[in-house]
């Protein structure tokens, strides 16, 4: 059973920085798609980011691009996400998921697996 527990939403100021972090249990082996994605009151679900488990390989949503960082360390199964310059836009619940790298491509395909997500808050 997959399991993926984030942590490290705050509060912050625009300008600020947080780096959220996921911890998943249950991963069997590196393929994988490890994805962030977010939820703002009234709004659908963001892809964020998301990173190959095996290849490294990452991709970020235009929203995003040059102000986030998505990382991994494997050997401590945890998933990262640096936010650096956020916007009040940014503010929203930040969820961690995850998908067998088998079902389809980590940008398009639909994750199997979530977090119970952690909430970013930016004020300007």
């Known amino acids: 059973q997959v399991q993926l527990v984030e942590s490290g939403g705050d509060s912050v100021q625009a300008g600020g920085s947080l780096r959220l972090s996921c911890a998943a249990s249950g991963l069997t082996g590196l393929y994988y798609c490890m994805g962030w994605f977010r939820q703002a009151p009234g709004k659908e679900r963001e892809r964020v980011a998301h990173i190959s488990r095996s290849s490294g390989s990452t991709s970020y949503s235009d929203s995003v691009k040059g102000r986030f960082t998505i990382s991994q360390d494997n050997a401590k199964n945890t998933l990262y996400l640096q936010m650096n310059s956020l916007k009040p836009e940014d503010t929203a619940m930040y969820y961690c998921?995850?998908?067998?790298?088998?079902?389809?491509?980590?940008?398009?395909?639909?994750?199997?697996?979530w977090g119970q997500g952690t909430q970013v808050t930016v004020s300007s």
């Open positions: 998921a995850a998908v067998s790298s088998f079902v389809g491509l980590c940008g398009t395909t639909r994750y199997t697996y």
